[in-house]
């Protein structure tokens, strides 16, 4: 029987190469994530998604996996993980593994063997073309910069590979392929993981051939099979990575009815700060009511079929704090402000290890301090077409991933407590005054504002079921709506700004005690409202 426990919980991603050392090789890993369990059965989370932890060369950094049944050898062993299940269960907290199952890493034995020959049984595991023309079949591309073709001359041959040339495609109409995925997830499910991220597994219905790569035909064919074969047996969550998915398409992932998948990730509020129908470097201001018009639609579509994921923050995503809120001055209410619009909406919120501290972006301005292979591709890649080292930087800076990566801030000891020794990559130096030993410190802090939302979470069902409605569509700075749930109404508004607002909430009670709020104020008169910048609250209008 489904419980949906997943609909009252709240997921922290760990990205574990970054979270924490254990063992002073500069690579966070298992033993340092059951260090940290106490600290996160502290925040009050319910579920950890971590980032692939299997076997894998790192070209993107385990998204590429060469074996899907052992632990990456820097991160620890199988025994390793078992006690992280075993410790975590002790806390209540379950973990998520992060599927992969687009692609394998080249160095996969599937793909070794794929290669030997045209009559392989594993050659049809993955996707080749003979040449067109002598060139590449198609003009599909690559995420990672480049033709999404890459020549075999053994085999004279072209494989798919959406991402990184060491990221092969798999081939999903094989069916013998899928049953081997399948026997994988049963693996993991039988070591009592609580579900899957799935990574772009909206990709996994795709016809190269028609350059269709989103949403394919036989997608949902797919994911209902991998449901009835595996996770449908268990009381377990998941959430699908779908970049393109509209409100439309989630409910043909997450409705109840269907039997695919609990949730997705849908990212159209993640490009409002790109330019329309370029990519995500060519930068453009946020318009505050685009994103207030975006997640209400969100927020509505699912309403009554299908579930929503809310989340600002992951290991893909510049910090949010540093993207659209001020990580300098008003660092602390910005980053409340974000956590208090996302945490009392609809939806199962997600949490980045950092965000809870208000972790910010790393500058960098030279490609020797860059790890990730996207950014890596992309600066070789506009240099030779002209742009400036200043505008690719600027790009960089503002939207590259190892934003996200930088070591988790534990303390002020060196390198901010995550390693005794030489880090994979450099911390971001502002750690003396952003790290969780000075936040658990500090009652005002970003971390107790995110484990009061959890405990409200937990005590008010008007949070997971209530209706949203957003107000003051248009108002250029203000971000405010309503949620309703069996005679109850909360008020939430935030001057998702840097000046100071004023405004008049119609006929309301003149003095609300805030349910919580980033300002020191005891009341509220909302026919009179005096919003300093980002200034944030909830207000209970309409008692049950
Ligand atoms: O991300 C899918 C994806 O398209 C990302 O590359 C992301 O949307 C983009 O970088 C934003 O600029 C998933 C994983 O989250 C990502 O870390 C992997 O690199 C990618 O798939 C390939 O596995
Ligand atoms: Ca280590």
Avoid at 6 to 26: H, L
Avoid at 510 to 526: F, G, Q
Wanted: glycine share 6%; proline share 4%; hydrophobic share 35%.
């Amino acid at each position: 029987m489904k419980s949906n426990w997943w609909k009252q919980a709240v997921v922290y991603q760990i990205y574990p190469r970054s979270f924490q050392d254990s063992n002073g090789d500069g690579v966070g890993d298992l033993q340092g994530i059951i260090q940290r369990l106490d600290y996160l059965e502290k925040l009050g989370i319910d579920v950890i998604w971590l980032s692939p932890v299997y076997q894998s060369p790192n070209d993107d950094n385990g998204y590429d996996i060469s074996n899907y049944y052992e632990i990456q050898p820097e991160f620890g062993t199988m025994e390793d993980m078992e006690q992280l299940i075993n410790e975590a269960k002790k806390r209540k907290i379950k973990i998520v593994m992060d599927l992969v199952v687009n692609h394998t890493s080249d160095e996969h034995p599937w793909f070794i063997e794929a290669k030997k020959g045209k009559e392989n049984p594993y050659h049809d595991y993955y996707v080749w073309r003979d040449p067109v023309e002598g060139d590449v079949p198609n003009d599909l591309t690559s995420v990672f910069s480049g033709s999404a073709w890459t020549f075999d001359p053994q085999l004279e041959q072209y494989y798919l590979h959406l991402f990184s040339k060491k990221q092969p495609d798999l081939n999903w109409e094989n069916e013998k392929m899928r049953q081997d995925i399948y026997e994988m997830m049963n693996f993991w499910l039988d070591k009592g993981v609580g579900g899957f991220r799935m990574d772009v597994i909206e990709l996994i219905g795709k016809v190269p051939d028609e350059k269709v790569t989103a949403n394919g035909p036989r997608l949902h064919e797919y994911l209902q099979e991998m449901n009835k074969h595996t996770f449908g047996q268990h009381d377990v969550m998941t959430v699908g990575e779908t970049n393109s998915v509209t409100p439309e398409e989630a409910k043909l992932f997450s409705s109840e009815d269907r039997n695919e998948l609990s949730m997705v990730f849908q990212f159209e509020h993640m490009v409002l700060d790109q330019q329309i129908g370029k990519s995500k470097w060519d930068l453009k201001p946020l318009n505050l009511t685009d994103l207030k018009k975006v997640l209400s639609i969100w927020q509505s579509a699912l309403k009554d079929e299908g579930w929503n994921s809310l989340f600002w923050n992951n290991h893909d995503q510049p910090r949010i704090v540093s993207r659209w809120g001020n990580e300098q001055e008003y660092r602390v209410k910005s980053a409340k402000m974000f956590a208090i619009l996302l945490h009392l909406m609809q939806g199962t919120p997600y949490i980045y290890q950092g965000e809870e501290i208000g972790m910010t972006n790393i500058k960098v301005n030279d490609l020797s301090q860059l790890d990730d292979i996207e950014s890596i591709n992309m600066y070789h890649e506009r240099l030779e077409a002209g742009y400036s080292k200043e505008e690719i930087f600027r790009s960089i800076n503002t939207k590259g991933r190892d934003n996200a990566r930088t070591l988790m801030q534990w303390d002020t000891s060196e390198q901010a407590g995550f390693t005794s020794g030489q880090p994979w990559l450099e911390v971001n130096e502002n750690y003396d005054a952003i790290n969780a030993a000075q936040a658990l410190e500090d009652t005002h802090s970003i971390f107790y504002c995110y484990q009061q939302l959890i405990q409200m979470r937990k005590n008010n069902p008007l949070i997971v079921h209530g209706d949203y409605q957003l107000l003051l569509e248009d108002h250029p700075t203000i971000f405010a709506y309503t949620r309703s749930y069996q005679g109850e109404t909360w008020l939430v508004v935030a001057n998702f700004s840097e000046e100071t607002t004023d405004i008049a909430l119609s006929d309301h009670p003149t003095s609300l005690v805030p349910l919580i709020s980033n300002s020191e104020k005891e009341n509220y008169d909302l026919q009179d409202l005096k919003l300093s910048p980002y200034e944030t609250f909830a207000v209970q209008l309409e008692r049950p």
